[in-house]
């Protein structure tokens, strides 16, 4: 149980020391140094390693060196005074130079764009204003239709009214003929009835002559 613990104590303080060793340095501003096989200047030089080469941190030896290795891949022993955990001068200037063209990039497609959006926004504006011009031909055009319509219903309207009209008169005149032909023939029977009767009378009137005229002569004979 005792070893569990000492393992684990030791890991937790080993681990830090480990993330730090993984941390990336910096070769200090304004320098040259010499990256060699081993801890010393009696060691070969592998290669000279300029201001601001990042560098990553592989072993803490002895005497100030560092245990490192080269963005390339080359690892080997360098002083560790001649490193900086800062970011130097140059790489800065040049991240800060590369950030400035890259928002002046940005800056003139964003420029693209807005010319692109004006140019769109007055293509726009003029089709709205032919829109608006055609919606205000067809609104005159509707306005007209809808009073053709109403006149139209009026029109209807009173020649439903005529149409009623002429049939009313029409049954009327039906009517009236027929009173008239009515009339006429009680006329005619009426004027046919006097005519008998007129010559029925006349007829008596004769006869009544007649009579008595023979019955006179038969008087004169008698005496």
């Known amino acids: 149980m005792r070893k569990a613990v000492l393992f684990l104590l030791l890991g937790l303080f080993i681990l830090p020391a480990a993330q730090a060793l ?4 910096y070769v200090s501003d304004q320098l040259m140094i010499t990256l060699r096989t081993g801890q010393g200047d009696q060691y070969k030089i592998l290669k ?3 201001a601001g080469t990042p560098l990553e941190i592989l072993e803490e030896g002895e005497k100030g060196h560092l245990f490192v290795r080269t963005p390339d891949g080359t690892e080997g ?4 005074q001649f490193l900086t955990t800062e970011t130097p001068k140059p790489i800065v200037i040049a991240r800060l130079e590369k ?3 890259r928002l002046q990039d940005k800056m003139k497609q964003l420029e693209t764009r807005q010319a692109e959006l004006t140019t769109e926004l007055e293509n726009t504006r003029r089709e709205r204003a032919g829109g608006d011009a055609a919606l205000a031909d067809l609104q005159k055009k509707l ?3 809808s009073a053709e319509y109403a006149d139209l219903q009026t029109k209807s309207a009173d020649v439903v009214e005529l149409a009623a009209e002429r049939d009313r008169l029409e049954a009327l005149s039906i009517r009236l003929s027929s009173e008239v032909d009515q009339l006429r023939e009680e006329n005619e029977n009426i004027l046919f009835t006097g005519a008998v009767k007129w010559f029925l009378a006349g007829g008596g009137v004769l006869l009544a002559g007649w009579i008595l005229g023979k019955t ?3 008087k004169k004979g008698f005496y």
């Open 143 to 145: 306005d007209t239709v």
């Open 216 to 218: 006179s002569r038969k």
């Open 48 to 50: 000279m390693l300029k």
């Open 77 to 80: 022993w360098v002083q560790k």
């Open 99 to 101: 950030e400035r063209e």
């Open 22 to 25: 993984a941390a990336t340095q």
